[in-house]
């Protein structure tokens, strides 16, 4: 079975930040509302998020508070990124050297 790699709530969110002037992230932190286990980020999200800042710590939050601290290093290892590349793809849409 394929899944397609569709826009989820994550990446939606980032979609969104950059339309408002928002493209340096610092972190993130998702919640979900399970009790013994954590959400990160799906795939997409991943190379998505990777794209703006690949040493991006992610902060995964369940209900009783307790978090788990992680990064797109270790989710997302060797991922490709414009950043690392030193290319700007979000900033015009076309993909030029800085
Ligand atoms: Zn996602």
């Given at each position: 079975m394929a899944f397609k790699a569709l826009?989820?709530?994550?990446?939606?969110?980032?979609?969104?930040?950059?339309?408002?002037?928002?493209?340096?992230?610092?972190?993130?932190?998702?919640?979900?509302?399970?009790?013994?286990t954590y959400v990160g980020p799906c795939g997409a999200c991943r190379q998505f998020m990777c794209e703006f800042n690949p040493a991006l710590p992610i902060y995964l939050v369940r209900p009783d508070d307790a978090v788990e601290v992680t990064s797109l290093a270790k989710l997302l290892p060797e991922c490709f990124s414009p950043k690392t590349m030193q290319l700007d793809f979000h900033g015009n849409g076309v993909a030029h050297s800085l």
């Open positions: 826009r989820s709530g994550h990446t939606n969110y980032y979609v969104f930040s950059p339309t408002q002037g928002y493209r340096n992230f610092s972190c993130i932190a998702i919640a979900a509302d399970l009790r013994e």
